[in-house]
Every structure is written in C-alpha cells, then in structure tokens.
C-alpha cells in the first residue's frame, strides 16, 4: 500500500479489521484471511490493488500469529491429568480458510502427544462448525457414541449447538469473546472443565 502511495495508521487498520472480523463471524463463519484483505481494501476504496501478495499477506498472519499465541497455562497439565485418569482425547477445530494451514499449527503443539484424533471442521467435513458432522466424525474415530462423549469449547456461536446437536455433553469455557447458548456446564478454565468430567 505504501509503494503505491497510501498512508493508513496502524490503529485505524487494526480498528478495521477487528470489524470485518466481526461481521465474517457473523456471516456464516467465513475465516478466509484472502477475504479480509480484499474486504478492507474494498472498504478504504483500493479494490485496484488486487495480487498474490494479498494470500502472501494471509501466509505471513498466522506464521505471526502461531508464534504470538502460545497454549494458555494449564493445557499440558489439563490433558496430562484427563489422559491419565483414562479418557480418551480428541480435538474438533474450524478451517481458518487456508487449506492444510490450521493442521499444520496444531501439530507445532505441544499438546499434540495427548491426541489421538483431529478434525479440521471445513477440511475433513464439508461445513465448519455448528455443522454436526465434525463432531460425529471426531467421535467415529475414538470408536465412542456422541453421548459418552464430552465436548469442551470456548465459543458459544460455534461449539454448543453442534455438540449438543449430536448429543455430547457440553462444557463452555468462559473466557473472552462471545457469549450465549445453553451448555450443560459452565468452566471457567480448562482445569475447572477437567474437574467437572473427572467429578
């Protein structure tokens, strides 16, 4: 943008993308970073600047991101615990628009070692979640019905309705970001969640 002569502030980019995520989660899910870019430029009146550089840009976001978004504090101890204590895990998780991209963060974790099956919902499912079929395909592959399943997620829009939808117990995680829905059970950290299944 700077090479072709224009000038925007870092705060005034932030305060627009932050929107345009707002409104892709509103709208069907769309997680496609490509999408953001070329909604922001359409938004500043620069549709003309269109080109590779825009999936270059979206490559570049969550090489940033994954290295700036390390697992919160308790995971490893979480998983450790509910994989001692004889449960098995698995994790359901939406295509971020970039084929290949959200699996290959995943398995950067550390926390990989405790799984044994991933769904990449939008990927290996038709549909992203609330779509139920990546969480009866995540339960398909553990070799266990919905119902013996427990299903712990952090966004109301997302996570509830598909879970319950196939009959999982549902434990929401309330931390920043949207509010709602009807889970089964309330946690406030993945520890508390553990203690909840394990009770």
Same mark, same amino acid.
Not at 8 to 18: A, K, P, S, V, W
Not at 108 to 117: C, G, H, I, M, N
């Given at each position: 943008?700077?090479?072709?002569?224009?000038?925007?502030?870092? *705060?005034?980019?932030? /305060?627009?993308?932050?929107?345009?995520?707002?409104?892709?989660?509103?709208?069907?899910?769309?997680?496609?970073?490509?999408?953001?870019?070329?909604?922001?430029?359409?938004?500043? !009146?620069?549709?003309?600047? @269109?080109?590779?550089?825009?999936?270059? *840009?979206?490559?570049?976001?969550?090489?940033?991101?994954?290295?700036?978004?390390?697992?919160?504090?308790?995971?490893?101890? *979480?998983?450790? /615990?509910?994989?001692?204590?004889?449960?098995?895990?698995?994790?359901?998780?939406?295509?971020?628009?970039?084929?290949?991209? @959200?699996?290959?963060?995943?398995?950067?974790?550390?926390?990989?070692?405790?799984?044994? *099956?991933?769904?990449?919902?939008?990927?290996?499912?038709?549909?992203? @979640?609330?779509?139920?079929?990546?969480?009866?395909?995540?339960?398909?592959?553990?070799?266990?019905?919905?119902?013996?399943?427990?299903?712990?997620?952090?966004?109301?829009?997302?996570?509830?309705?598909?879970?319950? !939808?196939? !009959?999982?117990?549902?434990?929401?995680?309330? /931390?920043?970001?949207?509010?709602?829905?009807?889970?089964?059970?309330?946690?406030?950290?993945?520890?508390?969640?553990?203690?909840?299944?394990? /009770?």
């Amino acid at each position: 943008m700077r090479r072709e002569g224009h000038y925007y502030t870092e *705060t005034n980019m932030f /305060r627009r993308l932050r929107l345009i995520d707002l409104e892709m989660h509103g709208r069907k899910f769309l997680y496609n970073r490509d999408i953001w870019w070329e909604t922001l430029l359409k938004q500043l !009146g620069l549709s003309v600047l @269109k080109g590779p550089w825009i999936h270059r *840009t979206t490559l570049q976001y969550w090489k940033t991101y994954a290295g700036a978004s390390p697992p919160f504090s308790d995971t490893m101890s *979480t998983m450790h /615990r509910l994989k001692k204590a004889g449960y098995r895990l698995g994790m359901v998780s939406d295509s971020d628009g970039t084929p290949g991209m @959200k699996m290959k963060r995943i398995r950067r974790q550390p926390f990989l070692k405790y799984l044994e *099956t991933i769904v990449v919902a939008g990927e290996d499912t038709p549909n992203v @979640k609330p779509s139920r079929r990546p969480f009866t395909l995540v339960a398909e592959q553990l070799g266990l019905r919905p119902r013996n399943c427990v299903y712990i997620g952090d966004n109301p829009n997302t996570d509830i309705q598909g879970a319950k !939808g196939v !009959g999982m117990m549902m434990i929401i995680l309330k /931390r920043r970001g949207p509010k709602g829905g009807h889970p089964d059970y309330v946690a406030g950290s993945l520890s508390d969640a553990a203690r909840l299944i394990i /009770r």
